[in-house]
């Protein structure tokens, strides 16, 4: 029997990260958790201002993120987190080396279109293009699977499941 993985559900904003975390952690019968929540409140406050955060900012939220998933190694578990950089992904994997990422990825055009749609999240759009200038896909040597966000959130979250099924069983 497969152990449990912790997945992170990565990728910039917009892509739908808060739709298909929960949804994919329900498919695995594993517990969510939101990302956003591990952000003290000054990095809220300077993304809500349209300021992009610097790594500095992004370390202690990284850090909250990694343990976590770290507390969850072998009972499965999925958390959301943009980990748009290798380093911002090497940093989750230093304190949670088990973990699998879910990169989902789109167009911009279909990224921006949903984002204007959502209501009462943080981050502007204003900030997308800096977002998609700071990503760095998963590269050939880190554990996960790329998923298009193009239909519904069930196709996509069927996707994503069918993806990591997929994926060999890490050795412990």
């Not at 789109?106 to 999240?121: A, F, N, P, S, V």
């Not at 998923?147 to 069930?154: E, I, T």
Request: glycine content about 10%; aromatic content about 6%; charged content about 25%.
């Amino acid at each position: 029997m497969r152990t449990p993985q912790v997945v992170v559900v990565m990728g910039v904003a917009g892509t739908g990260k808060t739709t298909i975390g929960p949804l994919l952690a329900a498919r695995l019968g594993v517990p969510y958790a939101e990302g956003d929540d591990f952000h003290p409140r000054a990095n809220i406050d300077k993304m809500s201002a349209g300021t992009p955060l610097d790594d500095s900012d992004r370390w202690p939220w990284l850090d909250a993120i990694g343990h976590w998933a770290h507390g969850r190694a072998g009972l499965g578990g999925v958390v959301s987190s943009s980990a748009l950089k290798r380093s911002y992904r090497d940093r989750l994997r230093a304190v949670a080396p088990g973990i699998v990422f879910v990169h989902l990825t789109g167009d911009r055009k279909l990224i921006e279109d949903r984002m204007t749609q959502r209501q009462g999240h943080f981050m502007p759009t204003a900030l997308l293009d800096s977002q998609f200038a700071t990503l760095q896909p998963l590269e050939p040597d880190e554990a996960g699977v790329a998923v298009d966000v193009d239909g519904s959130p069930q196709e996509i979250t069927e996707r994503a499941a069918q993806a990591l099924d997929a994926l060999p069983v890490a050795s412990e």
